[in-house]
């Protein structure tokens, strides 16, 4: 009898591991799932290049409009720019100064170095990139053959624009300035003025909204873009006037940073033929390219 129960207890045993070997758990087999490596969504393609940031100040007529027609020159050169718009002269400068901007473009350089020498700020020329002349625009009359005696003109009256429109306006014959007044004219320079033409002097950006009550005016084209007057321009200063080749419009940056890669590339941009042809074609006589 206890060797009938010797036998039944081990065949049980036999049978027990016989069970267990014949269901191995989970973690020991590795499903095909688990062992085949992770697949890649983009296997065989490169990771994407990461673009370099340029951040760039600019007025919204035209500078940041000449900078968005660049934007994808750059890209294709790894450089992602991003254009920030000002509306005033002063902010630009001292975001650019205390390294918020990369560059900044909206001004002349006798703007600049004024400005540098005002506020200590170290600011330089990367490039010249456009001149926006001043413009003579029709008001109450269109006619600059037959203009009344006693007509009305409206000018700048800052120091730099009103001697521009004070040139322009000699230029045409209509008065005569002060021989070496040059740059620095005011009314006060005028010595001859054969039409007894009514000249006065108006802050800037409101020279557009009073054009109506005035003959004439010499408008800078900044403002005559902003205010989408253009098309009654009758002439403008030329391209080749002693203040064009004064006053053209700058890409400004840190001192040092003239020969940074980014902005070398946005200086062969803004400087390229497409960009001469986009300011030529976009804007007329209002802005002209001096590259």
């Known amino acids: 009898m206890k060797k009938l129960l010797s036998l039944v207890l081990a065949f049980t045993l036999v049978l027990t591991l016989a069970a267990c070997g014949s269901a ?3 973690s020991s087999v590795p499903s095909s799932e688990s062992s085949a490596p992770e697949s890649s969504s983009a296997e065989g393609s490169a990771p994407e290049a990461e673009l370099t940031v340029l951040r760039v100040g600019a007025s919204p007529a035209p500078h940041a409009q000449i900078l968005a027609s660049v934007k994808d020159a750059l890209a294709a050169e790894g450089i992602d720019l991003q ?3 000002f509306t005033d002269y002063v902010l630009p400068n001292i975001a650019l100064e205390d390294g918020d901007l990369d560059a900044n473009f909206f001004q002349h350089k006798p703007y600049l170095d004024d400005f540098n020498a005002n506020n200590d700020t170290h600011l330089v020329s990367a490039a010249a990139i456009h001149f926006e002349p001043l413009g003579l625009y029709a008001g109450k009359s269109s006619d600059l053959d037959n203009i009344a005696d006693g007509a009305s003109i409206a000018v700048p009256n800052d120091t730099t624009n009103e ?3 004070l040139l322009l306006l000699e230029s045409l014959g209509l008065i005569k300035v002060k ?9 006060k320079d005028i010595v001859e003025n054969p039409k007894n033409l009514v000249i006065d002097e108006l802050e800037a950006a409101q020279l557009p909204r009073t054009l109506p009550d005035y003959d004439f005016a010499v408008i800078n084209g900044n403002y005559a873009l902003d205010a989408g007057i253009t098309d009654s321009v009758l002439t403008t200063e030329d ?3 002693e203040a064009a080749q004064t006053f053209a419009n700058i890409l400004a940056v840190r001192e040092g940073d003239e020969s940074r890669p980014e902005i070398q590339a946005l200086v062969k941009a803004l400087t390229s033929e497409d960009s001469r042809t986009f300011i030529s074609e976009t804007y007329g006589v ?3 390219p001096v590259f």
Do not use: D
């Open 179 to 187: 021989e070496g007044a040059g740059l620095a004219a005011t009314k």
């Open 163 to 165: 001697a521009r429109a």
């Open 239 to 241: 391209a080749q006037s």
């Open 286 to 288: 209002t802005v002209i």
């Open 24 to 26: 191995p758990s989970e």
């Open 83 to 85: 254009v920030q718009e």
